[in-house]
Protein backbone atom coordinates (compact mmCIF):
# COMPACT_ATOMS: atom_id res chain seq x y z
CA UNK A 1 0.00 0.00 0.00
CA UNK A 2 1.24 3.21 -0.79
CA UNK A 3 2.07 5.53 2.72
CA UNK A 4 -1.22 7.84 3.23
CA UNK A 5 -1.45 11.40 5.06
CA UNK A 6 -5.28 10.77 7.20
CA UNK A 7 -7.10 13.04 8.87
CA UNK A 8 -9.63 11.08 10.95
CA UNK A 9 -12.48 13.58 12.46
CA UNK A 10 -14.31 11.93 15.74
CA UNK A 11 -10.68 10.27 16.70
CA UNK A 12 -11.58 10.47 20.51
CA UNK A 13 -14.95 8.36 20.03
CA UNK A 14 -15.54 4.68 19.74
CA UNK A 15 -15.08 4.37 16.40
CA UNK A 16 -12.15 6.55 15.76
CA UNK A 17 -10.53 5.29 18.36
CA UNK A 18 -10.86 1.45 16.70
CA UNK A 19 -9.75 2.93 13.42
CA UNK A 20 -6.29 4.15 15.63
CA UNK A 21 -6.23 0.62 16.94
CA UNK A 22 -6.50 -1.05 13.36
CA UNK A 23 -4.56 1.37 11.74
CA UNK A 24 -1.77 0.25 14.45
CA UNK A 25 -2.32 -3.35 14.62
CA UNK A 26 -2.19 -3.78 10.38
CA UNK A 27 0.85 -1.26 9.93
CA UNK A 28 -1.11 0.98 7.95
CA UNK A 29 1.91 3.05 6.32
CA UNK A 30 1.19 6.73 7.08
CA UNK A 31 2.96 9.75 5.85
CA UNK A 32 1.17 12.23 8.22
CA UNK A 33 -1.78 11.48 10.80
CA UNK A 34 -4.14 14.83 11.93
CA UNK A 35 -6.53 13.88 14.83
CA UNK A 36 -9.71 16.03 15.24
CA UNK A 37 -12.83 15.82 17.75
CA UNK A 38 -15.02 18.78 19.21
CA UNK A 39 -13.89 21.73 20.18
CA UNK A 40 -14.22 20.36 23.76
CA UNK A 41 -11.43 17.95 23.16
CA UNK A 42 -9.58 20.15 21.08
CA UNK A 43 -5.93 20.89 22.31
CA UNK A 44 -5.85 17.74 24.66
CA UNK A 45 -3.15 15.11 23.43
CA UNK A 46 -3.41 11.50 22.22
CA UNK A 47 -1.11 8.95 21.59
CA UNK A 48 -0.53 6.44 18.49
CA UNK A 49 2.03 4.06 17.62
CA UNK A 50 4.36 5.68 20.49
CA UNK A 51 3.98 9.50 19.26
CA UNK A 52 1.42 12.14 20.85
CA UNK A 53 -1.17 14.42 18.38
CA UNK A 54 -3.05 17.20 19.66
CA UNK A 55 -6.46 16.93 18.44
CA UNK A 56 -7.34 19.42 16.37
CA UNK A 57 -10.91 20.86 16.41
CA UNK A 58 -12.87 21.05 12.93
CA UNK A 59 -12.37 24.47 11.93
CA UNK A 60 -11.36 24.16 8.23
CA UNK A 61 -10.56 21.18 5.80
CA UNK A 62 -7.23 20.23 6.10
CA UNK A 63 -4.99 20.42 2.26
CA UNK A 64 -2.62 18.67 3.27
CA UNK A 65 -4.15 15.02 3.84
CA UNK A 66 -5.36 12.95 1.05
CA UNK A 67 -7.61 11.26 2.73
CA UNK A 68 -9.85 11.57 5.59
CA UNK A 69 -12.12 9.20 7.76
CA UNK A 70 -15.60 10.68 9.34
CA UNK A 71 -16.24 9.09 12.51
CA UNK A 72 -19.11 11.39 13.55
CA UNK A 73 -22.53 12.37 13.56
CA UNK A 74 -24.58 12.63 10.35
CA UNK A 75 -24.92 16.46 10.49
CA UNK A 76 -21.43 16.49 10.91
CA UNK A 77 -20.61 14.93 7.69
CA UNK A 78 -23.23 16.70 5.94
CA UNK A 79 -21.93 19.46 6.82
CA UNK A 80 -17.95 18.46 6.24
CA UNK A 81 -17.81 15.83 3.72
CA UNK A 82 -18.57 17.90 0.52
CA UNK A 83 -16.47 20.49 2.25
CA UNK A 84 -13.29 18.15 2.03
CA UNK A 85 -14.75 16.28 -1.54
CA UNK A 86 -14.43 19.31 -3.16
CA UNK A 87 -10.81 20.59 -1.80
CA UNK A 88 -10.13 16.99 -3.22
CA UNK A 89 -9.33 15.09 -0.08
CA UNK A 90 -11.20 11.08 -0.22
CA UNK A 91 -13.50 10.91 2.43
CA UNK A 92 -15.02 7.56 4.44
CA UNK A 93 -17.80 8.80 5.66
CA UNK A 94 -19.06 6.32 8.71
CA UNK A 95 -22.53 8.16 8.88
CA UNK A 96 -25.73 7.41 7.36
CA UNK A 97 -25.63 10.78 5.15
CA UNK A 98 -24.84 9.98 2.04
CA UNK A 99 -24.99 5.98 1.67
CA UNK A 100 -28.20 5.95 -0.26
CA UNK A 101 -26.08 8.45 -2.64
CA UNK A 102 -26.56 7.19 -5.79
CA UNK A 103 -23.00 8.71 -6.91
CA UNK A 104 -21.55 7.43 -3.70
CA UNK A 105 -20.26 3.93 -3.29
CA UNK A 106 -21.29 1.50 -0.09
CA UNK A 107 -18.65 -0.41 0.11
CA UNK A 108 -17.79 -4.08 1.43
CA UNK A 109 -14.79 -4.76 -0.04
CA UNK A 110 -14.91 -8.71 -0.22
CA UNK A 111 -18.69 -8.39 -1.91
CA UNK A 112 -18.20 -4.99 -3.90
CA UNK A 113 -15.06 -3.95 -3.81
CA UNK A 114 -15.05 -3.01 -7.49
CA UNK A 115 -17.51 -0.40 -6.96
CA UNK A 116 -14.60 1.85 -6.06
CA UNK A 117 -13.85 2.52 -9.53
CA UNK A 118 -14.79 5.90 -10.65
CA UNK A 119 -15.45 7.24 -7.31
CA UNK A 120 -15.87 10.99 -6.67
CA UNK A 121 -13.81 11.27 -3.12
CA UNK A 122 -16.57 10.11 -1.28
CA UNK A 123 -17.24 6.77 -0.25
CA UNK A 124 -19.59 5.40 2.47
CA UNK A 125 -19.31 2.70 5.27
CA UNK A 126 -22.21 0.66 5.94
CA UNK A 127 -24.14 0.43 8.63
CA UNK A 128 -22.47 -2.01 11.09
CA UNK A 129 -25.94 -4.35 11.50
CA UNK A 130 -25.71 -5.01 7.37
CA UNK A 131 -21.85 -5.40 7.80
CA UNK A 132 -22.55 -8.00 9.95
CA UNK A 133 -24.88 -10.33 7.41
CA UNK A 134 -23.65 -8.80 4.59
CA UNK A 135 -20.85 -11.51 3.86
CA UNK A 136 -22.74 -15.00 4.68
CA UNK A 137 -25.75 -13.24 2.62
CA UNK A 138 -23.47 -12.53 -0.61
CA UNK A 139 -21.82 -16.09 -0.25
CA UNK A 140 -25.57 -17.56 -0.93
CA UNK A 141 -26.61 -14.94 -3.34
CA UNK A 142 -23.19 -15.61 -5.19
CA UNK A 143 -24.00 -19.03 -5.81
CA UNK A 144 -27.73 -19.70 -5.17
CA UNK A 145 -29.27 -16.09 -5.67
CA UNK A 146 -31.40 -14.54 -3.22
CA UNK A 147 -34.84 -14.86 -3.15
CA UNK A 148 -35.83 -13.17 0.56
CA UNK A 149 -34.39 -12.72 3.51
CA UNK A 150 -35.44 -11.88 6.96
CA UNK A 151 -32.83 -10.52 9.46
CA UNK A 152 -33.50 -10.19 13.00
CA UNK A 153 -30.64 -8.10 14.90
CA UNK A 154 -29.51 -7.91 18.63
CA UNK A 155 -27.39 -5.39 18.77
CA UNK A 156 -24.89 -3.61 21.26
CA UNK A 157 -24.88 -0.47 22.99
CA UNK A 158 -21.27 0.38 21.68
CA UNK A 159 -23.35 0.75 18.09
CA UNK A 160 -24.98 4.01 19.98
CA UNK A 161 -21.81 5.91 20.38
CA UNK A 162 -19.71 6.42 23.70
CA UNK A 163 -22.52 8.11 25.67
CA UNK A 164 -25.13 4.88 24.93
CA UNK A 165 -21.96 2.72 26.99
CA UNK A 166 -22.00 5.30 29.43
CA UNK A 167 -25.68 4.93 30.05
CA UNK A 168 -25.65 1.11 30.03
CA UNK A 169 -22.88 1.32 32.45
CA UNK A 170 -24.88 4.03 35.21
CA UNK A 171 -27.85 1.70 34.70
CA UNK A 172 -25.98 -1.23 35.49
CA UNK A 173 -24.44 0.49 39.06
CA UNK A 174 -27.95 2.19 39.72
CA UNK A 175 -31.18 0.73 38.22
CA UNK A 176 -32.72 3.77 38.83
CA UNK A 177 -30.35 5.96 36.62
CA UNK A 178 -32.56 7.61 33.88
CA UNK A 179 -32.67 6.50 29.75
CA UNK A 180 -31.62 9.43 28.33
CA UNK A 181 -30.36 8.10 24.65
CA UNK A 182 -32.65 5.13 24.29
CA UNK A 183 -36.44 5.24 24.34
CA UNK A 184 -36.28 2.69 27.46
CA UNK A 185 -33.86 1.62 29.98
CA UNK A 186 -31.56 -0.58 28.62
CA UNK A 187 -29.91 -2.89 31.62
CA UNK A 188 -31.32 -6.25 32.18
CA UNK A 189 -33.69 -5.08 29.31
CA UNK A 190 -34.57 -5.48 25.52
CA UNK A 191 -36.27 -3.13 22.86
CA UNK A 192 -37.52 -3.79 19.37
CA UNK A 193 -36.59 -0.22 18.48
CA UNK A 194 -33.41 1.37 17.22
CA UNK A 195 -34.05 4.77 16.04
CA UNK A 196 -37.21 6.75 15.62
CA UNK A 197 -40.41 4.90 14.20
CA UNK A 198 -41.61 6.11 10.37
CA UNK A 199 -45.53 6.18 9.59
CA UNK A 200 -45.56 2.47 8.56
CA UNK A 201 -44.17 1.47 12.18
CA UNK A 202 -40.58 0.99 10.44
CA UNK A 203 -38.00 2.17 12.75
CA UNK A 204 -34.76 4.09 11.01
CA UNK A 205 -32.49 0.94 11.39
CA UNK A 206 -34.90 -1.50 10.17
CA UNK A 207 -34.99 1.08 6.83
CA UNK A 208 -31.47 1.12 6.80
CA UNK A 209 -30.50 -2.38 6.96
CA UNK A 210 -33.17 -3.21 3.94
CA UNK A 211 -31.56 0.24 1.64
CA UNK A 212 -27.84 -0.78 2.57
CA UNK A 213 -28.20 -4.95 1.73
CA UNK A 214 -30.48 -4.25 -1.32
CA UNK A 215 -27.43 -1.62 -2.67
CA UNK A 216 -24.19 -3.64 -1.49
CA UNK A 217 -25.76 -6.74 -2.98
CA UNK A 218 -26.70 -5.03 -6.04
CA UNK A 219 -30.63 -6.69 -5.58
CA UNK A 220 -32.76 -3.78 -5.78
CA UNK A 221 -35.88 -6.16 -5.64
CA UNK A 222 -34.92 -8.40 -2.83
CA UNK A 223 -37.95 -8.99 -0.61
CA UNK A 224 -36.08 -7.78 2.81
CA UNK A 225 -38.17 -8.19 6.15
CA UNK A 226 -35.89 -6.88 9.46
CA UNK A 227 -36.70 -6.48 13.07
CA UNK A 228 -33.99 -4.61 14.91
CA UNK A 229 -33.55 -4.83 18.29
CA UNK A 230 -31.27 -3.15 21.01
CA UNK A 231 -29.72 -5.20 23.74
CA UNK A 232 -27.40 -4.71 27.01
CA UNK A 233 -24.54 -6.05 25.73
CA UNK A 234 -21.54 -3.77 25.25
CA UNK A 235 -20.01 -4.47 22.33
CA UNK A 236 -20.89 -7.05 18.98
CA UNK A 237 -23.78 -7.17 16.84
CA UNK A 238 -25.76 -10.28 16.19
CA UNK A 239 -28.31 -11.57 13.86
CA UNK A 240 -30.76 -14.35 13.28
CA UNK A 241 -30.90 -14.54 9.26
CA UNK A 242 -33.57 -16.49 7.50
CA UNK A 243 -33.20 -16.90 3.78
CA UNK A 244 -35.25 -18.06 0.89
CA UNK A 245 -33.08 -19.37 -2.02
CA UNK A 246 -34.24 -19.50 -5.81
CA UNK A 247 -33.40 -23.11 -6.14
CA UNK A 248 -33.17 -25.92 -3.17
CA UNK A 249 -29.38 -25.98 -1.79
CA UNK A 250 -27.87 -28.71 0.10
CA UNK A 251 -26.16 -28.06 3.43
CA UNK A 252 -22.80 -29.34 1.69
CA UNK A 253 -23.19 -26.81 -0.63
CA UNK A 254 -24.14 -23.92 1.60
CA UNK A 255 -21.30 -24.82 3.62
CA UNK A 256 -18.81 -24.63 0.95
CA UNK A 257 -19.98 -21.11 -0.29
CA UNK A 258 -19.95 -20.13 3.51
CA UNK A 259 -15.93 -21.36 3.37
CA UNK A 260 -14.81 -19.86 -0.04
CA UNK A 261 -16.23 -16.71 1.26
CA UNK A 262 -13.17 -14.39 2.42
CA UNK A 263 -13.61 -12.21 5.75
CA UNK A 264 -15.87 -14.86 7.58
CA UNK A 265 -15.47 -17.63 9.51
CA UNK A 266 -18.23 -20.65 9.43
CA UNK A 267 -18.64 -22.86 12.23
CA UNK A 268 -20.30 -26.22 11.89
CA UNK A 269 -20.13 -27.84 15.72
CA UNK A 270 -19.87 -24.77 17.32
CA UNK A 271 -21.42 -20.83 17.33
CA UNK A 272 -20.12 -17.68 18.73
CA UNK A 273 -21.66 -14.87 20.80
CA UNK A 274 -20.10 -11.23 21.15
CA UNK A 275 -18.24 -11.13 23.78
CA UNK A 276 -16.34 -14.13 22.39
CA UNK A 277 -15.85 -11.85 18.99
CA UNK A 278 -15.18 -8.55 20.63
CA UNK A 279 -12.04 -7.04 18.83
CA UNK A 280 -11.54 -9.65 15.90
CA UNK A 281 -12.13 -8.61 12.52
CA UNK A 282 -13.90 -11.69 11.05
CA UNK A 283 -17.36 -11.72 10.76
CA UNK A 284 -18.93 -15.65 12.75
CA UNK A 285 -21.36 -17.74 10.97
CA UNK A 286 -22.87 -21.01 12.30
CA UNK A 287 -25.60 -22.59 13.49
CA UNK A 288 -26.74 -23.31 9.95
CA UNK A 289 -29.89 -24.70 9.31
CA UNK A 290 -31.73 -26.15 6.15
CA UNK A 291 -35.09 -26.81 5.59
CA UNK A 292 -35.97 -30.47 5.49
CA UNK A 293 -39.70 -29.73 3.66
CA UNK A 294 -38.85 -27.11 1.40
CA UNK A 295 -34.78 -27.00 0.72
CA UNK A 296 -34.69 -23.63 -1.06
CA UNK A 297 -34.62 -21.97 3.06
CA UNK A 298 -32.14 -22.01 5.07
CA UNK A 299 -31.21 -20.48 8.32
CA UNK A 300 -28.12 -19.44 10.32
CA UNK A 301 -26.67 -17.01 13.13
CA UNK A 302 -24.07 -14.24 12.31
CA UNK A 303 -22.11 -12.10 14.74
CA UNK A 304 -19.45 -9.32 14.17
CA UNK A 305 -17.59 -6.81 16.18
CA UNK A 306 -19.98 -3.63 15.06
CA UNK A 307 -16.51 -1.35 15.63
CA UNK A 308 -14.51 -3.54 13.67
CA UNK A 309 -16.17 -5.17 10.97
CA UNK A 310 -19.03 -3.09 11.25
CA UNK A 311 -17.18 0.29 11.30
CA UNK A 312 -13.11 1.07 11.75
CA UNK A 313 -11.55 -2.02 10.05
CA UNK A 314 -13.78 -2.14 6.75
CA UNK A 315 -13.18 1.23 6.45
CA UNK A 316 -9.20 0.37 6.79
CA UNK A 317 -9.77 -2.42 4.06
CA UNK A 318 -11.40 0.82 1.88
CA UNK A 319 -8.18 2.76 2.95
CA UNK A 320 -5.97 0.04 1.67
CA UNK A 321 -7.84 -0.55 -2.03
CA UNK A 322 -8.02 3.04 -2.27
CA UNK A 323 -4.28 3.30 -2.00
CA UNK A 324 -3.31 0.03 -3.12
CA UNK A 325 0.29 -0.20 -4.79
N1 LIG B 1 -20.43 2.71 16.91
C1 LIG B 1 -20.61 1.87 15.89
O1 LIG B 1 -20.65 0.63 16.05
C2 LIG B 1 -20.77 2.43 14.50
C3 LIG B 1 -20.79 1.54 13.42
C4 LIG B 1 -20.97 2.04 12.12
C5 LIG B 1 -21.10 3.40 11.94
N2 LIG B 1 -21.07 4.25 13.03
C6 LIG B 1 -21.18 5.68 12.79
O2 LIG B 1 -19.90 6.25 13.07
C7 LIG B 1 -20.04 7.57 13.57
C8 LIG B 1 -19.28 7.68 14.89
O3 LIG B 1 -19.84 6.78 15.83
P1 LIG B 1 -19.19 6.52 17.28
O4 LIG B 1 -19.89 5.32 17.79
O5 LIG B 1 -17.70 6.54 17.22
O6 LIG B 1 -19.70 7.82 18.09
P2 LIG B 1 -19.12 8.45 19.44
O7 LIG B 1 -18.43 7.40 20.24
O8 LIG B 1 -20.25 9.18 20.06
O9 LIG B 1 -18.00 9.50 18.94
C9 LIG B 1 -18.36 10.70 18.28
C10 LIG B 1 -17.09 11.44 17.87
O10 LIG B 1 -17.48 12.65 17.20
C11 LIG B 1 -16.69 13.72 17.73
N3 LIG B 1 -17.33 15.02 17.55
C12 LIG B 1 -18.47 15.50 18.15
N4 LIG B 1 -18.71 16.77 17.73
C13 LIG B 1 -17.71 17.08 16.85
C14 LIG B 1 -17.39 18.23 16.09
N5 LIG B 1 -18.15 19.34 16.13
N6 LIG B 1 -16.28 18.20 15.30
C15 LIG B 1 -15.50 17.10 15.24
N7 LIG B 1 -15.74 15.97 15.95
C16 LIG B 1 -16.85 15.96 16.73
C17 LIG B 1 -16.57 13.35 19.20
O11 LIG B 1 -15.53 14.12 19.78
P3 LIG B 1 -15.54 14.46 21.38
O12 LIG B 1 -15.01 13.23 22.06
O13 LIG B 1 -14.63 15.62 21.46
O14 LIG B 1 -16.96 14.76 21.75
C18 LIG B 1 -16.22 11.88 19.06
O15 LIG B 1 -14.84 11.73 18.70
C19 LIG B 1 -21.56 7.81 13.66
O16 LIG B 1 -22.01 8.45 12.49
C20 LIG B 1 -22.13 6.41 13.73
O17 LIG B 1 -23.47 6.34 13.26
C21 LIG B 1 -20.90 3.79 14.28
Redesign the pocket.
Known amino acids: MKPVRLAI ?8 RTTLDVLAEWQIPLRALRL ?6 AGRMMTWNGRSYA ?1 E ?2 ASVPLDVDAAIL ?4 K ?2 QQWAPRFREAGVIVID ?3 AFRMDTDVPLIIPEVNGRALNGHTNLIA ?1 P ?2 SA ?1 VVVLPLAALNREFQLRAIVVDTYQSV ?6 AVAELDAQLADSQSPAKIYPRPIAHNVFPQVGPFDVRGLCDEEQKVVDELRKILECPQLSIFTTTVRVPVRVGHSAAVTVECMKAVSRADVETAFRNMPGMIYEADTYKTPREIAGKQEVFVSRLRVNESDPRWLQFWAVGD ?2 RK ?2 ASNAVQILMELFRD
Open positions: VGATGLVGFASDESLPLATSRISHSSNNCSSGSGQDNLGA
